[in-house]
């Protein structure tokens, strides 16, 4: 009697994955990462276009190094005073 109930319960959960609704959802698994990640690029194929936006090499240069100096030498905090304030009138 109990392995018929075995079988049985096998049986019945088999079923219930085999009508599982993820192949629905698997179908379009990272769609929204991809579409988000195409709405971030500004042009895919810059190469082939000879007018691309961009920097030249000298600016581009200067530009990164100014960036990691900055965490060389954070700005000086500014200290604030008066935080909460009275309100305006």
């Known amino acids: 009697m109990s392995r018929n109930l075995l079988t049985l319960s096998a049986a019945c959960l088999l079923v219930a994955c085999a009508n599982s609704p993820t192949p629905l959802y698997d179908a379009r698994f990272g769609d929204a990462v991809r579409e988000a990640r195409q709405r971030m690029t500004i042009n895919p ?13 000298r600016s581009a240069r200067e530009a990164v190094i100014l960036y990691q100096g900055s965490f060389r030498a954070p700005p000086p905090v500014v200290n604030v005073i008066n935080l909460g ?3 305006a009138k």
């Open 85 to 87: 304030g009275t309100g």
């Open 45 to 57: 194929m810059p190469a082939a276009q000879a007018d691309a936006a961009g920097m030249d090499g």
